[in-house]
């Protein structure tokens, strides 16, 4: 009915407030008001009302606003912080009143002076990301004001808000507005140069130690350190840096400090395990690399015969971790991944087996081992989600591997577990990664660009997630996102395959962003030598910037690769949104020498 109507509206939505407040306050109460009130007296109301903008309620030390324009809220809100960076320049560091602001646009619903609605709750989130004296909007407002103001933002990632059901992209202010004659900040060509978000808890894991003298045990010590990983990989609020590299063999000889620097990172999770008879015990040590301290160390001694306590040693060290660093949870149960899924004690043996084969699988006979410990997991237990997931995921890996004679086979087994894992509740991320890719090949671009929204929300620091959503956008034809997600993937993983890096130079390629295109390309080829996707992007790429020379060793490195090279199947692989992306690119190849494999209709 009509009456029933909500009504809404467009706007530009501002969230700040002041650092440390309650630390100010109770160190100086009447000094803070007064000072608080003076800056909101001479610049933050002042600033709005002059940008058009209409304070909607002050909270203790917060500011709720709203404008008609994007461009204005950005603004207003760089002049803001330009202006209380002045005023705090002479006043002592623990005594300033410096503020986090969030911008962004979305519907709001408007209840006499106030207003409410999700738009207004990503806006307090955005808040919470900025740095101290910064800004931090969202990915609608990156888009609306495109290049209308003079100022840089970079790429956090992709942000959880409570209640919202897809993550929001997330940038903050990099760098002011110009003045007249200055010139503009070089690009940064770095495939490494996607920033975390700030304030958030850095970690890396050292791959935990067999200590004992049995080498069987080498295996249980992966086991341990990737189910600690894969459960951190799903903390919201926590940026895991990881190591990429086969069984995570450079990290495994790093120092701690060494792998603090490579990582950049400031806490190292490091431990071993030595077997006595049935038991084990794990010793853990949680260190933080800029001070040296140690935040939390433990031995944990478990019965081997019980493997559900294989998994309570997994749960117990990555709840401990977030503890130390205080990470906040986005929900009590967020560690859980597998003990509490299976009740069967031997289901979960077979799943135990079957995860470790698929990690370490150099083979197809080995995936399917792990096919089949897993699929009696399933057995075992069909109501568990782990075990299809993770069985999901190795008939992925099959059907991509090139292991298997009839890949269509082992797709469709993926594709029917990844769906019965997410009817489930699935809480590993691993079905959304398969149906992304699924989706894409078969050029459902709107549920694949869900699926990929999907991963990287389940799995917010994931590279892999970060990488399918950067192939998805390249697709979609939306490369300037791409890069930034791509450069995100790399990010969070300084050892990283070339595939995250293959993925990067077609983003800059999709941006007509060549040289860098090709930077991208060799870093992919000097990781493998093998792959002929880097190789395509390097020739494409060298055609347009004049490269002729290397243009045509690009070509024939693709044809030494793969003498069968048809650019007339490669065409047909390529699941572009827009006919004309794919007609670009294939016509740059065709002139650096590959039309003679093109095969007319």
């Known amino acids: 009915m009509v009456e029933d109507h909500v009504k809404r509206r467009l706007a530009a939505i501002f969230a700040a407030d002041v650092v440390g407040y309650s630390r100010l306050m109770g160190e100086d109460e009447a000094r803070t008001l007064t000072a608080l009130k003076e800056h909101r007296t001479l610049v933050i ?49 623990d005594r300033r009143i410096e503020l986090r602001i969030g911008i962004n646009l979305g519907d709001v ?59 929001v992209r997330a940038y903050r202010l990099v760098e002011q507005q110009r003045s007249p004659g200055t010139p503009p900040r070089q690009p940064d060509t770095s495939v490494q140069s996607a920033p975390r978000p700030p304030g958030t808890p850095s970690l890396a894991v050292k791959p935990f130690q067999n200590l004992s003298a049995d080498p069987d045990q080498d ?6 350190t990737n189910g600690i990983v894969v459960a951190l990989t799903r903390m919201p609020n926590l940026a895991l840096i990881g190591d990429e590299s086969p069984s995570m063999v450079r990290s495994k000889i790093m120092t701690v400090q060494e792998l603090g620097r490579k990582f950049d990172v400031r806490y190292v999770l490091k431990g071993g395990l030595r077997k006595l008879g049935d038991k084990i015990r794990v010793n853990v040590e949680l260190m933080d690399v800029s001070t040296g301290r140690h935040l939390w160390a433990d031995n944990l001694d478990r019965d081997l015969r019980n493997l559900g306590d294989l998994f309570a040693v997994q749960d117990e060290i990555t709840e401990e971790i977030v503890t130390a660093m205080n990470v906040k949870l986005l929900g009590g149960d967020a560690a859980r991944l597998v003990r509490s899924a299976f009740q069967n004690p031997t289901a979960l043996q077979s799943y135990y087996n079957g995860e470790i084969l698929l990690w370490n699988s150099k083979n197809n006979l080995e995936l399917r081992e792990a096919q089949h410990r897993l699929e009696e997991a399933i ?35 993926a594709i029917e577990l990844a769906q019965e894992a997410i009817r489930l509740n699935d809480v590993t991320g691993y079905p959304h990664l398969i149906l992304a890719q699924v989706h894409l090949s078969r050029r459902e671009f709107g ?12 799995r917010p620091s994931c590279p892999a997630a970060y990488s ?126 590959l039309e003679q494999t093109f095969c007319s209709p």
């Open 45 to 93: 109301d002042p600033k709005i009302a002059g940008y058009d903008g209409r304070i909607v309620k002050l909270m203790g030390d917060g500011t709720l606003a709203e404008f008609a324009s994007v461009v204005d809220a950005v603004q207003c809100a760089i002049e803001i912080q330009r202006e209380m960076a002045g005023r705090n320049s002479e006043v002592s560091q």
């Open 109 to 167: 619903i408007p209840d006499g002076g106030d207003i409410y609605g999700e738009g207004v709750n990503i806006a307090a989130r955005l808040e919470s990301l900025a740095e101290p004296g910064g800004i931090c909007i969202s990915g609608t407002v990156h888009d609306a004001i495109g290049k209308k103001l003079g100022a840089g933002f970079e790429f956090l990632g992709e942000q959880n808000v409570k209640n919202i059901e897809k993550p």
């Open 219 to 224: 295996q249980f010590a992966d086991a341990l």
């Open 379 to 413: 057995r075992l237990e069909p109501t568990s989600s782990p075990g299809y997931a993770t069985a999901a995921l190795a008939y992925w890996v099959e059907a991509l591997s090139g292991y298997d004679d009839t890949p269509s086979r082992s797709l469709e087994r």
């Open 447 to 458: 549920e694949a660009n869900t699926e990929a929204d999907f991963a990287v929300s389940a």
């Open 468 to 593: 399918l959503k950067a192939s998805v956008l390249i697709y979609l034809g939306r490369p300037s996102e791409a890069i930034e997600h791509a450069q995100y993937a790399l990010r969070l993983t300084p050892v990283h395959p070339p595939m995250h890096s293959a993925i990067l130079a077609s983003a800059f390629y999709g941006s007509e962003r060549y040289e860098e295109a090709v930077a991208a390309a060799k870093t992919a080829i000097e990781l493998d030598d093998c792959r002929v996707d880097p190789y395509l992007i390097l020739a494409a790429s060298s055609v347009v910037l004049g490269h002729s020379e290397e243009a045509r060793w690009a070509a024939q490195k693709v044809l030494e690769l793969k003498p069968e090279f048809s650019l007339a199947e490669f065409a047909e692989s390529q699941p572009y949104k827009e006919p004309r992306d794919l007609d670009r690119l294939i016509d740059q190849l065709r002139s650096v020498g």
